[in-house]
C-alpha cells in the first residue's frame, strides 16, 4: 500500500509538473502577441490584424520591437515565398502551436491564399479563446469564411481550420488533421515559430519525423533559440527557466549545423539555415532598413546583433518543395551558411581562465561608463548604466578600484553630484585628474561638454591614513573649432612637439548614425585645434577601440555604415602646423591575415603587440575573446575568453578594462538589455589571467 501510494502522489506531481509548463508555455502567446503587436502599431510591420487579440496594447522598448521585426520578416518572406512559388496550385498551410497569430488574416487579405487551406493548432485552451475572439469580430469572421462553423475548441471553414490538439500527441493530431480535410500529396508547409523546442527532444523530434513520413511534398520551417553557451546564451536560457518554459531542444540542437543534422537524420531531403544577423544582413533592402531606422531612436546594437545570433531560421524540404531553397535564401552565400557554424572556439590550450572569482570588497554592476587609471595603481569608474539599490538606473555613482589592496571605494562629490552618463570618454591627464567628454542621457541627449574630474583622498582625522575619497568636477569652457555632441566615440591623451593634447575620434548622433570627424583639443589652452587629415583614414564608426602606440593612436574595430563591424587596424600620427593646427596622418596597419571584425571591445598596448578584448561580432557566433596582434609583422593569435556557466553569465562588451601586468587583464563591468530577457550586469570587476598569451 505503502508503495502504491508513493508511486500515485509521484504520478500525480509528474502531471501537476505538465500542467504547470504548459500553462507557462501558453503564456508565451501572450507575451509575443503583444510583443508583436507592439511593433505593429509603431509602423515596424504592416499588419491590420494582430491589435484584434490585443485587449491592451503596450508599447514595447526599441529591441523588442526590433526583435520581433525581423521575426514577423523573416515568416513573412518563407510563407510568401511558399505560397509565389505555388501560385495557382493548391496548397496547404500547417501552423504548429499558432497561438493568436494573425498570418492567415493578413495573408487572406492580401488575396494571397485563394488555393490554401490554413490550419492552426494549439492547446485547446488557446484554440478556444482565439475561436471566441473570432466569432466576435465581423472583420475576422469574415476573412474566416461566411461557412464557417464552430467546433470544438475551435473554428473551421473550407478555407480555415482552427483545432485544438496537444502536439505531443501527434497519432490525436494526425487524425485531426485528417478529419478536417488534410491531403498528404498537396504541396504543404508546416510552420513552427519558437514552439517545438519547449516540446523536449523527444517529442519534437517524432513530430518532425511524422511531417517528413506523412507529406510527399512539404518544407517544415523553424523558427527558435540556438547558440546557448556563451553569455547571451546563458541569460537567455535562465530567463525562460525562471518563466516555467525551459528550452528543452538548445543543448540537443545548439547550433546551426546540428539543427541542420537534426532533420536530415529524421527523413528530410535538404536543409537550409541562417541566423537572423545573415537574414537581416542579406535579405532585408538598404532602403527597408533605412526605414527601419527612422521609427525610433536605437542605441542598442551589441544586443540586437546578439539577440539576431540566438535564433535561427531553419528550412527542411522535401519533395517538389526542394527547389525552394534557393527561392527562399537566394543571394544568401553558401559558403557564409556553412562557415558561419564552422567558426569554432579556440582549441583548451588557447583558451584564458579567471584569475579569481571577484576583484575583492566592494562590485562594479553596470556597461556603458567609462574608466581611467590614476596614479597608484587606482581607477576610477563613472557614469553608464547599472545597479543602485534595487533599482536599474542611469548611474551617477563615481568609485575608485585600488589595485592594490583589491577594493572597489565609492567616491562621493564635494558639492553637486556628477550627473548620469553613458558612452562617454574619460582621459587621464595627470595623477589624479581626468577628462571626461561626450556620451548621452537618452539618445536625444547627446553632450559635447568637456569636463574635468579630479579625485582627492580625504584623511582621517588624527592619522595619515587615506579612508576615504572625494572628488569634484567642473565644466571646462574651451574655444576653437568644437565637435558636435557625440557618444560611443573615441578619446585618446597625445603630445604634439611634446605638448598635451585629447584628441577625439568618431562616434555618433542621434541624427547621424555614424561620425568620421577627428578633433584635436590643445590641454594648456583649452582650445579646440583645426584639424587636416591625410593618408588613409578609417571609415566613419562608433563603438570602436582606441589606444596609443610610440605616440601614434590606434583606432581598430567599430561598428560602421549599414551596421557593419571593421576589423581594419588604423594609425594616426599627429603633428603641429603653423598657426597652431594640426596635421593627422592615417595610415591602415595590414594584418596576416585579415583580422576579424568586433566592435564595443577594449584594447591596450604591451610593448609592440596590441590587445584587443571581448566585443561583439554578428559574423560570427562566438563571442570575441582576447586577440594579440604585432604592429610590427601584423600577425596575430585569437585567444577564446572563458566559457560562462548559467550560474555566472559573463558577457565582456559594453565594458571598461585595465592591463594590469603582462599576466594580468582586469575587466571593469560589461553587459548589456539582452532582448526581453532582462537586463544582466556582471559581477566584478574579473581578473583574467593572460599568461598564455607570454606577452
Avoid at 527532444?201 to 556563451?230: C, G, L, M
Avoid at 547571451?232 to 546551426?256: C, D, E, S, W
Avoid at 539555415?273 to 532598413?289: G, S, W, Y
Avoid at 525552394?324 to 556553412?338: A, C, V
Amino acid at each position: 500500500m505503502a508503495a502504491s501510494s508513493k508511486s500515485g502522489m509521484s504520478g500525480k506531481k509528474a502531471k501537476n509538473s505538465k500542467s504547470r509548463n504548459d500553462t507557462a508555455v501558453q503564456g508565451t502567446n501572450d507575451n509575443s502577441i503583444v510583443s508583436k503587436c507592439s511593433m505593429c502599431m509603431l509602423g515596424y510591420f504592416q499588419d491590420d490584424f494582430l491589435g484584434r487579440f490585443v485587449a491592451k496594447p503596450v508599447r514595447r522598448a526599441p529591441l523588442i520591437n526590433r526583435g520581433y521585426f525581423i521575426r514577423a520578416k523573416a515568416i513573412d518572406h518563407v510563407l510568401k515565398s511558399f505560397l509565389t512559388a505555388y501560385q495557382g496550385i493548391k496548397t496547404q498551410l500547417v501552423s504548429l502551436g499558432a497561438g493568436f497569430d494573425s498570418a492567415y488574416f493578413r495573408l487572406k487579405s492580401e488575396g494571397l491564399l485563394e488555393n490554401t487551406v490554413f490550419y492552426e493548432v494549439d492547446f485547446p485552451e488557446v484554440t478556444k479563446r482565439k475561436s471566441d475572439m473570432i466569432q466576435t469580430d465581423e472583420v475576422l469572421l469574415k476573412l474566416v469564411g461566411e461557412d464557417s462553423r464552430v467546433v470544438e475548441n475551435g473554428i473551421v471553414s473550407p478555407s480555415y481550420k482552427l483545432i485544438g490538439a496537444d502536439l505531443r500527441k501527434f497519432n490525436m493530431l494526425q487524425c485531426l488533421l485528417e478529419h478536417h480535410g488534410i491531403h498528404p500529396d498537396c504541396p504543404t508547409l508546416l510552420l513552427s515559430e519558437c514552439v517545438i523546442t519547449y516540446m523536449g527532444v523527444k517529442s519534437s523530434n517524432a513530430v518532425i519525423r511524422w511531417a517528413s513520413e506523412t507529406f510527399s511534398h512539404t518544407v517544415f520551417v523553424t523558427y527558435e533559440q540556438v547558440y546557448p553557451n556563451d553569455g547571451f546564451g546563458a541569460v537567455m536560457q535562465n530567463h525562460f527557466k525562471k518563466l516555467g518554459t525551459p528550452l528543452m531542444n538548445i543543448q540537443r540542437y545548439k547550433t546551426l549545423e546540428s539543427q541542420q543534422q537534426r532533420y536530415l537524420d529524421l527523413g528530410w531531403t535538404t536543409v537550409r539555415a541562417t541566423d537572423m544577423n545573415n537574414f537581416f544582413t542579406t535579405l532585408i533592402p538598404r532602403e527597408e532598413k533605412l526605414r527601419v531606422d527612422s521609427i525610433e531612436v536605437f542605441d542598442e546594437f551589441e544586443e540586437w546583433h546578439l539577440k539576431c545570433s540566438h535564433y535561427a531560421l531553419v528550412c527542411a524540404f522535401k519533395g517538389s518543395t526542394v527547389s525552394l531553397s534557393e527561392t527562399i535564401f537566394p543571394g544568401m552565400n553558401r559558403r557564409r551558411l556553412e562557415t558561419l557554424t564552422s567558426q569554432h572556439i579556440q582549441p583548451q590550450d588557447l583558451c584564458l581562465s579567471w584569475k579569481n572569482e571577484t576583484f575583492g570588497n566592494g562590485s562594479v554592476k553596470r556597461f556603458g561608463h567609462a574608466s581611467a587609471t590614476l596614479t597608484g595603481g587606482k581607477i576610477i569608474t563613472f557614469g553608464g548604466f547599472g545597479e543602485r539599490g534595487n533599482q536599474h538606473t542611469r548611474l551617477c555613482l563615481v568609485q575608485l578600484l585600488d589595485v592594490a589592496s583589491g577594493s572597489c571605494l565609492p567616491v562621493e562629490p564635494i558639492g553637486k553630484e556628477l550627473g548620469p552618463l553613458l558612452f562617454h570618454t574619460a582621459t587621464s591627464v595627470s595623477d589624479d585628474t581626468v577628462v571626461v567628454f561626450g556620451g548621452r542621457t537618452s539618445p536625444y541627449k547627446p553632450k559635447g561638454e568637456l569636463l574635468k574630474l579630479k579625485v582627492i583622498p580625504k584623511l582621517q582625522r588624527n592619522t595619515d591614513q587615506e579612508t576615504s575619497w572625494l572628488y569634484e568636477w567642473e565644466t571646462v569652457q574651451c574655444t576653437g573649432d568644437y565637435p558636435c555632441p557625440r557618444w560611443r566615440h573615441s578619446s585618446a591623451f597625445v603630445s604634439i612637439e611634446g605638448k598635451k593634447n585629447l584628441i577625439v575620434f568618431g562616434g555618433r548622433t542621434a541624427s547621424d548614425a555614424v561620425l568620421g570627424d577627428v578633433h584635436v583639443l590643445s590641454l594648456e589652452n583649452m582650445e579646440w585645434v583645426q584639424v587636416h587629415s591625410s593618408g588613409n583614414p578609417p571609415s566613419p564608426r562608433h563603438s570602436h577601440s582606441c589606444t596609443t602606440w610610440n605616440n601614434q593612436v590606434i583606432i581598430t574595430g567599430g561598428l560602421c555604415e549599414d551596421l557593419q563591424p571593421s576589423g581594419a587596424v588604423h594609425l594616426a600620427t599627429c603633428a603641429s602646423e603653423p598657426q597652431g593646427n594640426v596635421t593627422v596622418v592615417w595610415t591602415e596597419l595590414e594584418m596576416t591575415p585579415p583580422l576579424s571584425p568586433r566592435y564595443s571591445h577594449t584594447s591596450h598596448v604591451y610593448g609592440n603587440c596590441l590587445l584587443l578584448v571581448g566585443g561583439v561580432n554578428p559574423e560570427n557566433h562566438y563571442p570575441p575573446g582576447l586577440t594579440v596582434l604585432d604592429l610590427v609583422s601584423g600577425m596575430w593569435k585569437e585567444y577564446a575568453l572563458p566559457e560562462c556557466t548559467l550560474e555566472r553569465p559573463i558577457m565582456v562588451h559594453n565594458h571598461t578594462s585595465d592591463l594590469l601586468s603582462k599576466d594580468e587583464l582586469l575587466i571593469i563591468g560589461g553587459g548589456g538589455n539582452c532582448f526581453s530577457f532582462g537586463t544582466h550586469l556582471n559581477s566584478g570587476p574579473l581578473t583574467l589571467d593572460v599568461s598564455l598569451c607570454n606577452l
